[in-house]
């Protein structure tokens, strides 16, 4: 009787799993179309446009939380995250009501997108979003070593760094090249799945550009070419935001 329990007891944990995610996905991208506006507004320092939009961010994870907080009881780690993205965005709103600058909300954001990618990575998750957050780590490294930079002020450690973490980024790139975009799986029209192919295609331009220029080792041209990583790829992470009611 106890080996004919086992295997029961696992379908059930595998069918309960897979619906649960199946379940998830759907409202992680509904989630993160209202972070993105989100994170991308406070970090250009909108401020009536952060407030709406952190807001409308909590009231979503209300939602989302009620639903999903207590699905995954033999994960440890599942509850804890949620503690975490509810913390993080407590703060934001806590920041966006004090009238505090709404950049720094922006820090307070940053991280849920982390928490939910490894939340997803552990249970096979696909989701074309964690690559680009993947990608954004070592991009923005990069990007940080030569911003504000010139050819005189560009350092051979700043070089080095790029140097060392250009590989990193073009293996964290592959994911996203590899990875299928579905418009209809992330809320996208058409017109959209297609301006973000077209970003992706000019991403994998400038990180060529960024190992050409290395290897002609000219400063000014790896200062240009390594902040030039920044901009496109911020245009396709925000592809998948709806900004519509902010007005932006």
């Given at each position: 009787m106890k080996g004919i329990r086992t295997p029961l007891i696992l379908m059930a944990a595998m069918l309960l799993t897979a619906f649960a995610a199946n379940d998830i996905r759907h409202d992680m991208v509904k989630f993160d179309r209202i972070y993105?506006?989100?994170?991308?507004?406070?970090s250009q320092g909108k401020t009536e446009e952060s407030r709406k939009a952190v807001n409308a961010l909590q009231k979503e994870w209300r939602v989302f939380k009620d639903r999903h907080n207590n699905v995954n009881p033999r994960d440890a780690q599942w509850k804890k995250d949620f503690d975490h993205v509810n913390g993080m965005l407590d703060e934001a709103v806590r920041i966006v009501a004090s009238g505090q600058k709404v950049t720094d909300a922006h820090e307070a954001l940053e991280h849920v997108r982390e928490v939910f990618m490894q939340l997803r990575q552990r249970h096979r998750i696909d989701y074309f979003?964690?690559?680009?957050t993947g990608f954004h780590v070592p991009m923005e490294a990069i990007v940080l070593a030569?911003?504000?930079?010139?050819a005189n002020t560009l350092t051979d450690?700043?070089?080095?760094?790029i140097t060392k973490t250009l590989p990193q980024a073009e293996q964290a790139w592959q994911r996203v090249t590899a990875a299928k975009l579905d418009a209809?799986?992330?809320l996208l029209t058409q017109a959209q799945a297609d301006d973000a192919r077209k970003l992706i295609a000019l991403e994998n331009t400038a990180l060529a550009a960024?190992?050409?220029?290395l290897d002609s080792s000219d400063k000014?041209?790896?200062?240009?070419?390594?902040?030039?990583?920044?901009p496109n790829f911020a245009k396709l992470f925000m592809t998948f935001g709806d900004f519509k009611p902010y007005g932006a």
């Open positions: 993105i506006a989100a994170l991308a507004l406070t979003i964690d690559g680009l030569a911003k504000d930079k010139t450690a700043d070089i080095a760094l209809a799986d992330y960024l190992k050409q220029a000014a041209r790896i200062t240009q070419a390594a902040v030039a990583l920044k």
